[in-house]
């Protein structure tokens, strides 16, 4: 019980200093896919879209929709773009107390101060009414095969149980040459481990918790949420028999100032390119 409570102390702490980071990340995150998508998608003003893992802050949904997609976004979690009563009940019966609590908390003292900062740093104007957020697993869809045009996913296929079903899944409810576009956080890399101690390697690189703990000692193994440790090499033949591959790159490189020559060679079954990229940019065509 101690070490969760200092974990939520700890995303109270992270939250309350850089919520304005967080949209700035965000926003650049979103930049950043709809660079990769152009040559393929050039815009997305009426398009189909979906977004698997929107979550508790809905800003992928939100910014698909304000540049005119039909999106809808889905989580394994019940989500809302409100703070009315009813929503933390809910919470609590599907997704426990403690989610019901840490989603009030970051509503009543964040999500304001988020959204200005998002709102500031979008080129178009945010829209938030009629958003289609439902509580659905990536595994397991209730919409229709080639329904959608594009499929996106920030960061969250490190948290689904079942990949293979999960791009199957994808698979089928994409139109024949619809795109899909995920990002996936590696679990090597520094931050892999999801403890908030290492948010920012290299921008506040943690005082308290070994880089790469979650690969060595694993002596603070509390994060947030399941991660299935899957590498690179896992992933990829997993989508290369589903999808055609158009994109396969590295999201970013990070931590490069902390992996030491001991470091290095107590993970020498991991190559450094591993340790140091974070993630992984696939865009996927259904054939």
């Known amino acids: 019980m101690l070490s969760r409570l200092k974990l ?31 040559p393929y998608l050039p815009e997305v003003c009426g398009i189909r879209a979906m977004d698997i893992g929107c979550g508790l802050l809905q800003w992928q949904t939100i910014l698909l929709h304000s540049e005119g997609a039909r999106v809808t976004g889905v989580d394994t979690e019940y989500v809302r773009d409100d703070r009315r009563p009813d929503k933390y009940w809910k919470i609590w019966r599907t997704n426990g107390i403690e989610r019901a609590i840490k989603t009030a908390v970051w509503d009543y003292t964040f ?5 200005q900062a998002l709102r500031r740093l979008s080129s178009f104007p945010l829209k938030r009414k009629q958003l289609d957020l439902r509580q659905h697993a990536a595994e397991r869809l209730p919409f229709a ?7 996106v996913s920030h960061e969250v296929f490190e948290h689904i149980q079942d990949v293979p ?11 024949p040459g619809g795109l899909a576009y995920v990002n996936i956080h590696l679990f090597p890399s520094i931050s892999g481990g999801h403890h908030m101690e290492w948010k920012f390697p290299d921008f506040e690189p943690s005082r308290k918790v070994p880089a790469w703990d979650h690969l060595r000692k694993r002596q603070f193994p509390h994060h947030p949420s399941w991660l299935n440790e899957m590498r690179e090499r896992d992933y990829r033949p997993i989508f290369e028999q589903a999808m055609e591959i158009l994109v396969w790159e590295a999201s970013i490189f990070e931590g490069e100032t902390q992996l030491t020559p001991e470091i290095a060679n107590e993970l020498s079954d991991y190559p450094r390119d591993e340790l ?9 065509r259904k054939p």
């Open 8 to 38: 939520y102390a700890s995303q109270i702490h992270w939250a309350r200093r850089y919520t304005e980071r967080y949209a700035a990340d965000h926003w650049m995150w979103y930049q950043r896919m709809r660079t990769t998508l152009k």
């Open 111 to 115: 999500r304001n101060r988020y959204q």
């Open 145 to 151: 095969a080639d329904t959608f045009d594009l499929v």
């Open 165 to 175: 079903d999960a791009v199957l899944e994808l698979r089928r409810v994409l139109r």
């Open 276 to 284: 140091l990229k974070k993630g992984l940019i696939i865009v996927a």
